[in-house]
């Protein structure tokens, strides 16, 4: 079986910003030592999907440097991780939504001519075998299956819902926030909302996006218009999420999904990974989530004496990272970083090479790349003049962009 796994990374991801503000979305680090697109990678890699194509648009030089430097298969193979900027093939312009990117790209399907094409999402934080899924999808028969994750009714209106027919396979409708759901056969308190992750007959794929293309009324979005295209050709199926069974896991972080599209749902799905018994568990070997690790000594903790002590408490230390007589307690400190004598950092995300001074304090914070926080400085105290500063979000978070210059 021919299968051509392609990864949409173009997004530009404007409510993460400032984290986007020099990166794409699928670039921007997560954990500590990972990026986002890592978890979709890995979960391909994982079920053995090896021939993988990664469409970019948005500044997307880091996020290419990170596939080319760390996601290096065997060429000999015939293996690869291959990340494709925009090339206007087609014309003087760029991707007008995920169909067209697709649609731009077909000479990558023709090259591979495989039977069946994957098109999964580069930005979501789960794992999922996706061979699982491609096994559903050929058994049925359908020309498209479409993942999906049970939410409860009453979220209905912040997603793309997912209606079936009565036996709960069959996909009758595809309808974004709707206000009016009907609950699904089997829990009509739960709908289902897609994830973004589509399995695609190569030819059902190439038909669609080519009538796609010449619809001038058209979005050229999968969710918007491919789907509901082949919705109403009665050819498209759902895949419960929930029958997903990834090895080494358990039943406490199966069918763990989190769209970290926003700042808090970003830093919400942090402070999940440093509590005693997380719902995503990052440990688990027999999924290993891949990336690249910088050539970094181990984390040190320096300082045994009276107030000056360098400890970390409930937190995820990266290596590189330095704790001089400081204390992290629920944070991550990602590589590179350091903690100068008597400061504290609490419930806060640091990324790589951040150094933070002498006695300063950070709270609830998400402070990214380079940023030096100042002797005595204080951040998250006074959220009316972290405002003027920086990013504060809805839930009260700072937010400090890679490389910003902080006064105390």
Same mark, same amino acid.
Request: glycine share 8%; proline share 6%.
């Given at each position: 079986?021919?299968?051509?796994?392609?990864?949409?990374?173009?997004?530009?991801?404007?409510?993460?910003?400032?984290?986007?503000?020099? /990166?794409?979305?699928?670039?921007?680090?997560?954990?500590?030592?990972?990026?986002?697109?890592?978890?979709?990678?890995?979960?391909?890699?994982?079920? @053995?999907?090896?021939?993988?194509?990664?469409?970019?648009?948005?500044?997307?030089? +880091?996020?290419?440097?990170?596939?080319?430097? =760390?996601?290096?298969?065997?060429?000999?193979?015939?293996?690869?991780?291959?990340?494709?900027?925009?090339?206007?093939?087609?014309?003087? @312009?760029? %991707?007008?939504?995920?169909?067209?990117?697709?649609?731009?790209?077909?000479?990558?399907?023709?090259?591979?001519?495989?039977?069946? &094409?994957?098109? %999964?999402? *580069?930005? @979501?934080?789960?794992?999922?075998?996706?061979?699982?899924?491609?096994?559903?999808?050929?058994?049925?028969?359908?020309?498209?299956? #479409?993942?999906?994750?049970?939410?409860?009714?009453?979220?209905?209106?912040? %997603?793309?819902?997912?209606?079936?027919?009565?036996?709960?396979?069959?996909?009758? !409708?595809?309808?974004?926030?709707?206000?009016? *759901?009907?609950?699904?056969?089997?829990?009509?308190?739960? #709908?289902?909302?897609?994830?973004?992750?589509?399995?695609?007959?190569?030819? !059902?794929?190439?038909? *669609?996006?080519?009538?796609?293309?010449?619809?001038?009324?058209?979005?050229?979005?999968?969710?918007?218009?491919?789907?509901?295209?082949?919705?109403?050709?009665?050819?498209?199926?759902?895949? $419960?999420?929930?029958?997903? #069974?990834?090895?080494?896991?358990?039943?406490?972080?199966?069918?763990?999904?989190?769209? &970290?599209? =926003?700042?808090?749902?970003?830093?919400?799905?942090?402070?999940?990974?440093?509590? !005693?018994?997380?719902?995503?568990?990052?440990?688990? $070997?027999?999924?290993?989530?891949?990336?690249?690790?910088?050539?970094?000594?181990? !984390?040190?903790?320096?300082?045994?004496?009276? $107030?000056?002590?360098?400890? *970390?408490? $409930?937190?995820?230390?990266?290596?590189?990272?330095?704790?001089?007589?400081?204390?992290?307690?629920?944070?991550?400190?990602?590589?590179? &970083?350091?903690? @100068?004598?008597?400061?504290?950092?609490?419930?806060?995300?640091?990324?790589?090479?951040?150094?933070?001074? /002498?006695?300063?304090?950070?709270?609830?914070?998400?402070?990214?790349?380079?940023? &030096?926080?100042?002797?005595?400085?204080?951040?998250?105290?006074?959220?009316?003049?972290?405002? +003027?500063? %920086?990013? #504060?979000?809805?839930?009260?978070?700072?937010?400090?962009?890679?490389?910003?210059?902080?006064?105390?």
């Amino acid at each position: 079986m021919r299968v051509l796994a392609i990864v949409l990374a173009g997004g530009e991801g404007k409510r993460l910003m400032p984290l986007t503000a020099d /990166r794409a979305k699928p670039a921007v680090p997560f954990g500590g030592i990972y990026r986002l697109i890592d978890f979709v990678l890995s979960n391909l890699a994982n079920g @053995h999907y090896l021939k993988i194509v990664v469409l970019t648009q948005y500044k997307n030089h +880091s996020l290419d440097r990170h596939i080319s430097s =760390t996601w290096r298969l065997s060429a000999m193979l015939g293996n690869y991780v291959t990340p494709v900027p925009a090339q206007q093939r087609l014309g003087p @312009h760029w %991707f007008s939504g995920s169909a067209d990117a697709l649609f731009q790209n077909l000479n990558l399907v023709y090259d591979e001519m495989p039977e069946h &094409v994957i098109v %999964f999402g *580069a930005d @979501h934080i789960y794992r999922m075998d996706p061979r699982q899924m491609v096994e559903q999808h050929i058994d049925s028969g359908a020309e498209v299956t #479409v993942a999906a994750i049970r939410q409860p009714l009453s979220l209905a209106d912040q %997603f793309g819902v997912i209606e079936t027919d009565p036996a709960g396979r069959r996909i009758v !409708a595809f309808r974004e926030k709707p206000k009016d *759901a009907v609950g699904l056969p089997d829990a009509p308190d739960q #709908v289902y909302a897609s994830m973004g992750n589509y399995v695609f007959k190569t030819q !059902a794929m190439i038909d *669609a996006l080519r009538e796609d293309a010449l619809d001038p009324t058209s979005k050229h979005d999968l969710g918007g218009n491919i789907i509901p295209m082949m919705v109403k050709a009665g050819s498209a199926e759902v895949y $419960d999420f929930a029958d997903n #069974v990834v090895p080494g896991s358990t039943e406490r972080d199966r069918g763990y999904w989190r769209d &970290v599209g =926003t700042l808090d749902a970003y830093y919400e799905a942090h402070m999940d990974l440093i509590s !005693a018994h997380p719902v995503f568990n990052l440990y688990n $070997d027999r999924w290993p989530i891949y990336t690249g690790h910088p050539p970094l000594p181990p !984390a040190k903790f320096v300082h045994n004496t009276g $107030d000056r002590v360098g400890r *970390a408490v $409930d937190s995820l230390v990266s290596p590189g990272v330095i704790v001089s007589g400081g204390l992290a307690e629920r944070s991550i400190l990602s590589p590179g &970083v350091v903690l @100068h004598s008597h400061s504290v950092v609490e419930d806060s995300v640091l990324m790589d090479s951040v150094k933070v001074g /002498r006695g300063a304090i950070v709270r609830k914070a998400i402070i990214d790349k380079n940023v &030096v926080i100042p002797d005595g400085a204080r951040i998250g105290f006074d959220l009316e003049h972290d405002r +003027s500063r %920086f990013a #504060v979000t809805k839930g009260g978070i700072v937010v400090i962009g890679k490389n910003e210059v902080i006064d105390r």
